[in-house]
């Protein structure tokens, strides 16, 4: 069965302070990767997603990349956060050519 | 581009039936989702609808008018851990395949 890993659970990071947050998949092959972030009280959006490796679109400008080193690891990185980037970060998958998709436990950050 | 329009607070009984209505307006179309998320936690996959009409799964039906763009999910007999947020997402044409997510309308069942 194919599982969704995403870390760490919690992050707290100083404004000004690189960011690292990793999502792997098992149990699939050539998946549809995706960033989300979730304000408080907001739905979720869309900040990236891959169709394969080194593949990457960005759905919003941000101060926020995102990478695809392997088929099934996608890496969400900032070199500088800011205050604006807290917010409940969620890594997902979805198979090639289906709609559905999966959702890692979130990666919940406070930027002080 | 994508606009979803949801309410964003609603309130019910247990045992009660609740309806949570959504609406779009899309540049294409090619199915919509109702997600659960409770508190602190991950989506979870409750429907899909591409084609018009109802689909029931248990307590939860999901209903879609591709010509109003509209979709509404119903919870049938409410119980105390349906309380969460419930998310409509759209799927526009395209081989990502991403979706668009609603602000979600948050659900109180009360006892």
């Known amino acids: 069965s194919q599982t969704i890993h995403q870390w760490p659970a919690t992050l707290v990071q100083p404004v000004g302070s690189p960011l690292s947050l990793e999502c792997t998949v098992e149990g699939t092959s050539n998946p549809n990767l995706y960033w989300y972030r979730q304000a408080a009280g907001r739905g979720l959006q869309l900040l990236f997603y891959?169709?394969?490796?080194?593949?990457i679109s960005s759905e919003v400008p941000q101060n926020l990349s995102a990478s695809r080193p392997q088929d099934r690891q996608f890496i969400l990185s900032s070199k500088k956060l800011l205050l604006s980037d807290s917010g409940f970060y969620l890594c997902?998958?979805?198979?090639?050519?289906?709609?559905?998709?999966?959702f890692g436990q979130g990666t919940r950050l406070t930027v002080v | 581009g994508q606009n979803i329009d949801q309410p964003t607070e609603m309130t019910a009984t247990e045992g009660a039936i609740v309806q949570i209505n959504c609406t779009y307006q899309?540049?294409?179309?090619?199915?919509l989702f109702w997600y659960q998320q409770h508190a602190g936690e991950a989506p979870t996959f409750l429907s899909y609808?591409?084609?018009?009409g109802l689909e029931e799964k248990g307590r939860f039906s999901s209903f879609l008018s591709r010509s109003k763009g509209y979709s509404y999910l119903l919870l049938k007999e409410l119980q105390m851990k349906d309380s969460a947020s419930y998310l409509c997402?759209?799927?526009?044409?395209?081989?990502?395949?991403?979706?668009?997510f609603g602000s979600g309308t948050q659900l109180t069942v009360l006892p």
């Open positions: 899309t540049s294409g179309f090619n199915g």
């Open positions: 891959s169709v394969g490796i080194g593949q």
């Open positions: 609808n591409v084609l018009d």
């Open positions: 997402a759209v799927t526009p044409p395209g081989s990502a395949r991403q979706l668009t």
């Open positions: 997902a998958w979805s198979v090639q050519g289906s709609t559905e998709a999966f």
